[in-house]
DNA sequence: ATTCAACTGACAGGATGCTGTCAGTTGAGA
DNA sequence: TCTCAACTGACAGCATCCTGTCAGTTGAAT
C-alpha cells in the first residue's frame, strides 16, 4: 500500500470515533508501529487534530473532516452571511460554534478576504438576546434524545403553567423560534414559543415515537387544518 | 524545490486571479516546462477546479482555496443551519451559492452525515417568496459598487414614489431586509424595505464618499436621536 | 527502584517518484 | 496546406522517500 494510501486510511478508522493503539493500527495495516507513529506524526503536522495517550490509544478530537475545497466569491459571501445570522439568531452553543466555524476559515483565508469585516457594507440584526434563548440548546437535545421534558411556560397574556411534553421538533421562523411537541397532560399537539419557555427540567426520561403523536402526524393535522407554513 | 512546495507556490500564483502559461510558471518557479504540465495535471487530479487554454494559459476557476479542516459536530450544525438560513432569507444568487456550498460539503462528508435531512430535528421558515426579493442582489452589488441608482417604492400606506439614491448598506433584520441609503432628492437619509421597493434602475453612476452623507454618518445620526437598533 | 509497553532516533537497504530531454501530437490561425 | 506554440508520451538517470530493525528513552504503574 502507498503511503498517500495508508495515511487516508487511518483517517477512515479515526473518522468512525473510537481510539486506536499504534501497534492495533500497524497489525491492521500490516506495517511496523514504527511506520504508524511516523504517519500519524506526519497527519499531526498537516494540522489533523489527533490526540493520543499512552495506553489509551489516539483518536481524533474533531471527527468532521473536510478535504479541500475551492469557493467562489459568492459562497463566500453566502457562508459568512450564514454565521452571522446563526450566530446573532441561535442559541450559544451554535452561536460560538458559528463564530469558531469563521475563525477556522478566516485563519486559512488569504488576509485581503479574513478578518472581522467579512461582510462588507451589510450587516446582521437578527439577535433576541442570549437570555430568551437559553434554553433552545437543551431543547434541541431533547429533540434529539427524544426525551420528555418538564417545561415552565408564560403565554402571552401572562398566565404561566407547566407541562410535561415530548419534544418533537424545532423551527425558526426568521425572528422567533418554536418548538413542537406532543403535551401528555392536554393530549395534543402543541407549539410553544422558545422565548416563553422559562424552565426545562428532566421529564421522566425517553419517550418512543407513537403514531398519532409524532412530528409527521403533526404536520398532517396541520394540513387537515389548511394551514398555511 | 521539492515537489509539494512547488505545488503550494502554483496555487499561490493561481489564487492572485490572473492566468498563467505554463512556460511562464516554468520560468518563475526554474524548472521545465514538462514538469509544469505534471503538476498542473496533479493539482486537477486532486479536485483544484484550474482551466486552461491554448494561447491563454491556466487559470484557477474557483479563486478561493481551502484547505483541509476539521470540524466538530456543533460547527457541522452552525453550518448546516446557517446555510438553509441564507436558501430561505436572502436573495436567489446568494440562496444558490449557499445551496452549492451545502452540496460541496456533502460530498465529502460520510454518508452518515450528508445528506438533504442535514438539520435533523429542525426546520427553517424564513421565506417570504423570491419575489419580494427580486432587487436585493443587484441592491448589493450597487452598494460594493457605489453606483446610484433610481428605484420605485411604494410606502406602507400604498403611495408610490421614486428616489435617486446612494445605497449604502443593507441590514437583515431576521424577517426583513433594508437598505440605507442617501437620497439624493430629499437630501437626507432614508431606509427601504428592500420588499416593498419595486424597480431598480441605473442611476448616474457611480458616487464618491461624502462626509455627513456616508454610513458612518447616518449611525451617528442615529445614536444622536436614541433610536435602539 | 523496577518493570513494561509506548514511543523515538539512527541506520541500511530498497522502493518509488521526479526531472529534463526529445520526438511526436494537437489545435488554432494564417 | 502550412506554421507554430502548447502539450503529451516515453525514456534514462538521478533524487528522494519509505520501511523495518534495533537500541535507547520515556512515563505510568507497581
Redesign the interface.
Known sequence: MRRTDRLFEILQLF?GGRSWRGRDIAERLEVSVRTIYRDIDTLVA????IDGERGVGYL????????????????????H???E??RQ??DV??????G??LD??DA???SD?AGRDHL???????GGGGATLEHLAEL?RA??GRQRVDIGYQRLDGQRSTRRIRP????????VWTLTAWCEWRDGFRVFRIDRISAVGPGSGRFAAEPGKD?AAFLVQMEGKGAS?
Not at 418533537?168 to 425572528?175: F, K, N, Q
Open positions: 473518522r498537516s494540522g489533523v487534530p481524533l478530537r474533531e471527527p468532521i473532516f473536510l478535504p479541500p475545497l475551492t469557493l467562489n466569491i459568492a459562497e463566500l459571501e453566502a457562508l452571511l450564514g454565521m445570522m446563526v439568531s441561535a452553543e451554535l452561536a460560538d460554534a458559528a469558531r466555524l477556522k476559515i486559512v483565508l488569504p478576504r462588507g457594507e451589510m450587516s446582521v440584526y437578527a434541541r429533540v434529539a418533537l421538533h424545532i423551527e425558526y421562523w426568521g425572528r412530528y407554513r
